[in-house]
């Protein structure tokens, strides 16, 4: 799981720098594209990643939040499996 998490702080890293305070969402598609997008706050790109993880048409969704220093923060859940 480490690695996987790695990966998602370095591709969003290569999106450019982060101000702080600010977030980014890392979006696995299921058919292999990798969306990003900038928020000024957690609730926003949790909400984010919540919506693009519950979206299963075409395959299972990932999706994870990184902070303004690139650590993952949180992991988008799909709205069934929240509780």
């Known amino acids: 799981m480490t690695e996987q998490l790695d990966s998602v702080a370095a591709l969003a890293r290569g999106q450019g720098q982060l101000l702080p305070g600010s977030f980014r969402s890392v979006v696995f598609e299921a058919d292999a594209r990798v969306r990003f997008h900038d928020h000024a706050d957690l609730a926003g790109a949790c909400r984010h990643a919540d919506d693009a993880a ?3 048409w075409d395959g299972i969704v990932l999706a994870y939040v990184v902070d303004h220093e690139f650590s993952v ?3 988008g859940k799909h709205y069934a499996e929240r509780g």
């Open 54 to 56: 519950s979206e299963r």
């Open 73 to 75: 923060v949180y992991a």
